[in-house]
């Protein structure tokens, strides 16, 4: 209000100083204070125009951060996180391919040195789809072939069992990884069966930077069939007043990792899918996670099997008889701490963990269970650093693993080509890199040192298990550089 009369009066002094007129003249007294009312109604016009652009740029102003906002979000996480939540009455796809070059280098306990560079490629589809918020449906299938190689060549027998079909290296076909369904009720509840999920669990996806899977990968990194139950913070809290403060849950995981079936024709006689002599193997996982906070996080895993199969001498290796040899279990605890310090966003971002687990071998009578008919008790640790790269979405990192004689877990599942660096009976460590090209594409590179005290640390629970043999592998070297496309 101040500013329009000083501005009226500024105008009626410039109308009066320009155009003087004779007081005593009506007239001109009238002219005057019709150029006063139409400078007053052109004031008026202006002040609402500069109101209406005033407006106009604040509307501007906030579209313009809306779209910057928007754009802030990545492809990655919209396709991740945003559109399966979105995916009611759809089938969502994720895309994922990785061409790897790995460089190895073996020598073994007697001198002999064995090196190749290979080249792999992995294409995985993953369907989602969300029926409402409470039951969603998994599935995922994956081909992951060696360039030039076909496992209708080879002699391994292994290559295509369950545990590690679609992880490790070999042919063009493509297998299911995992198939299940999440049913979240109840007040913190889920309940799913199929074809779990139960690879690339922490800190393994650090070094291949991959989502993390539930499992804790010192103790198991392989594919399985079964049911997993979670129970969360809401229902503990009933059982545990800080459940819900500490956001703490628990999962049971169970299923078979080995039917002893014949097919449907069996040429020996036996009815459709009878046992053919050996039991089912079977194992059940207790994940237990009491705290889980923004700085500190604490879980820890429990393993049962049963009826672990082998071969209990060499010559039922050759042979191809394998046996049931006695039950094992296994258990881990871990720490993470994530940021390792307030005085820099370096170090806030960066991340630690250790952790420490144990074995124990229960041998059948009679039988071998890592080279001994007795129980026997190894342990492990793993503790490394994950921290932020050169640019703003890169990551480095390093871990190192130490294992003990009769130290043996359950990663037969892809790690690396070279064997897994969780299960080695001695010392491993890797370092690696993970630069993001652009969105959606990325660049990983590592290079990872095994060095094997004892022998069989990626072997099975017989003969191939035993610490015990005469000669090993007792170096293995890896660099491995891969591109990986994840849309």
Aim: with cysteine.
């Amino acid at each position: 209000m101040m500013k329009k009369t000083i501005l009226l009066s500024c105008l009626t002094a410039m109308v009066l100083f320009a155009a003087p007129v004779n007081n005593n003249n009506e007239k001109g007294q009238v002219t005057v204070q019709k150029q006063i009312e139409q400078l007053e109604k052109q004031v008026k016009l202006q002040q609402k125009y500069l109101k209406y652009s005033i407006y106009e740029i604040r509307k501007l102003k906030k579209e313009l951060k809306e779209v910057k906002k928007r754009q802030k979000i990545s492809r990655n996480i919209y396709f991740k996180k945003i559109a399966p939540m979105l995916a009611n009455n759809h089938l969502y796809w994720n895309l994922g391919l990785r061409s790897t070059f790995d460089f190895v280098d073996y020598k073994t306990k007697s001198g002999k040195k064995y090196t190749n560079n290979i080249l792999s490629n992995r294409v995985d589809l993953k369907g989602v789809y969300k029926v409402d918020d409470g039951l969603k449906t998994v599935v995922e299938i994956e081909a992951n072939n060696i360039y030039g190689m076909n496992n209708i060549n080879r002699t391994s027998p292994y290559n295509n069992i369950s545990w590690v079909a679609s992880e490790t290296p070999d042919d063009t076909t493509l297998r299911v990884k995992k198939a299940y369904f999440l049913w979240h009720f109840g007040d913190g509840y889920m309940l799913s069966f199929g074809r779990r999920d139960s690879v690339d669990g922490f800190p393994a996806n650090l070094a291949t930077g991959d989502e993390e899977g539930s499992p804790l990968a010192i103790i198991g990194n392989l594919e399985f069939d079964g049911f997993a139950f979670r129970a969360g913070s809401n229902p503990l809290s009933k059982i545990f007043p800080k459940a819900k403060e500490w956001n703490s849950w628990i999962k049971i995981c169970g299923g078979r990792a080995y039917s002893d079936a014949v097919g449907k024709w069996d040429t020996s006689g036996l009815p459709p899918y009878a046992k053919n002599g050996l039991s089912n193997t079977n194992f059940l996982i207790a994940l237990i996670y009491p705290y889980v906070g923004e700085k500190f996080e604490i879980g820890g895993m429990a393993v049962s099997a049963w009826n672990m199969k082998g071969y209990n001498t060499y010559a039922d290796l050759m042979a191809n008889n394998m046996e049931d040899l006695g039950n094992y279990s296994a258990g881990t605890m871990m720490l993470k701490i994530k940021g390792l310090s307030n005085k820099s966003l370096y170090w806030r971002k960066s991340l630690a963990y250790i952790l420490v687990a144990g074995d124990w071998t229960n041998p059948s009578s009679g039988k071998e269970m890592l080279g001994s008919t007795s129980n026997k008790f190894g342990k492990a640790i793993w503790l490394g650093l994950d921290m932020p790269g050169i640019s703003a979405n890169d990551r480095w990192g390093a871990m190192l693993t130490m294992g003990s004689k009769y130290w043996k877990n359950l990663a037969f599942a892809e790690d690396r080509v070279t064997g897994s660096l969780s299960s080695v009976r001695g010392t491993g460590f890797e370092t690696y890199y993970h630069r993001k090209l652009r969105k959606a594409l990325y660049l990983d590179t590592s290079m990872t040192l095994m060095d094997y005290k004892h022998s069989g640390s990626d072997g099975f629970f017989g003969v191939s298990g035993s610490p015990n043999q005469p000669d090993y592998v007792k170096r293995a070297f890896n660099i491995r550089v891969d591109i990986k496309y994840n849309f």
